[in-house]
């Protein structure tokens, strides 16, 4: 497993490698577009390419996961916000295209009261209309300050779980597998893929905290969804008891998920390929070094757990 970190884009995205670098993450999480804004950060062709050289000439960070802004909600009933969403979505897929990121992940939504059901068709004809525009640089240079050349395939999109809270939608796996369903019928499946989270995971009543939870865990997500469509993590403790149904992240080790529960998911050894990427405060300002090796310890004592345990049925079976 690769631990990733979510990192800020103040000086360029070549400036965010560096950052990433020097907590010693393996990946790095941006946003390209102001999260709480429609409009991008201004990349140009000259960013990109400062972007994909950084990456290139820095041998600690293997790859960039981008965030959609969290403006967007392809659940919304409003015709205005669902408009200027799906437009966001394609601008988003852009950018993300443009300095070759491994995946966009992207909040379902909202469908705010209307029910799962009702906004089904409306979030999958969205993502598909910003698949379509997201190489039209009309369309990007109407929300954007910049246009984007894309070419080839557009990166691959991970909707990520939701804690649970009001009207959001992928707040299970059975919602999840649902537009995974309908929008493989037009995408193959490399196209549309998963990102968990860990904190809203728990946040939504998923106890994971023993080696035996964690397994039906992710028995659960198989059979669902499968497994073969999880691309990566977002690790998080929570400040939130299981089931709350709140957004709440906290630092490893300091939430009530806890080092050891953590361990106990991030050992499987079915997960063993994915990038974990952090989302905790840290000390206020996002994840920092100290963050990622608690992390990394974390993920050793998963793997040595279930390593000793293991090699104590294989004991007891000679």
């Known amino acids: ?53 950084a990456l290139e000439d820095e041998p600690t960070v293997t790859s960039i996961v981008t965030h959609v802004t969290y403006l967007v909600n392809l659940a919304s009933p409003d015709p205005d916000i669902y408009e200027r969403s799906r437009v966001s979505l394609a601008c988003n897929l852009a950018a993300a295209t443009a300095i070759a990121a491994s995946g966009a992940v992207l909040h379902p939504g909202s469908h705010k009261g209307t029910g799962f059901e009702s906004c089904t068709t409306r979030i999958v004809d969205g993502i598909s209309w910003a698949f379509e525009h997201a190489s039209d640089s009309h369309i990007v240079g109407e929300q954007l300050a910049y246009r984007v050349r894309v070419q080839g395939q557009v990166s691959t999109l991970l909707l990520e779980n939701t804690a649970g809270a009001g009207g959001t939608v992928g707040r299970n796996f059975d919602e999840l597998a649902t537009l995974i369903e309908m929008l493989n019928a037009n995408y193959p499946a490399n196209r549309i893929r998963i990102c968990l989270d860990t904190q809203h995971l728990w946040a939504s009543g998923k106890d994971y905290t023993s080696i ?62 994915l990038t974990a990427i952090l989302e905790v405060p840290g000390d206020g300002h996002g994840p920092n070094r100290n963050q990622v090796d608690i992390a990394k310890q974390t993920l050793a004592q998963g793997i040595a757990i279930r390593a000793g345990l293991a090699n104590d049925g294989n004991q007891q079976h000679d």
């Open 1 to 53: 497993m690769i631990i990733g970190a979510h990192v800020g884009t103040s000086g360029g995205i070549a400036k965010s490698v560096e950052r990433g670098a020097a907590m010693g993450a393996e990946a790095i999480q941006i946003f390209t577009h102001n999260p709480r804004q429609w409009r991008g950060i201004g990349l140009d062709d000259i960013a990109i390419e400062d972007a994909k050289k």
């Open 212 to 273: 035996a939870s964690a397994d039906q865990i992710i028995d659960e997500f198989d059979q669902a969804i499968g497994l073969d469509k999880l691309e990566c993590l977002h690790l998080n403790d929570s400040k939130v008891p299981c089931g709350a149904m709140r957004d709440r992240h906290a630092n490893i080790g300091e939430g009530m998920i806890g080092q050891q529960g953590l361990a106990a998911l991030l050992g499987h050894p079915r997960l063993s390929n």
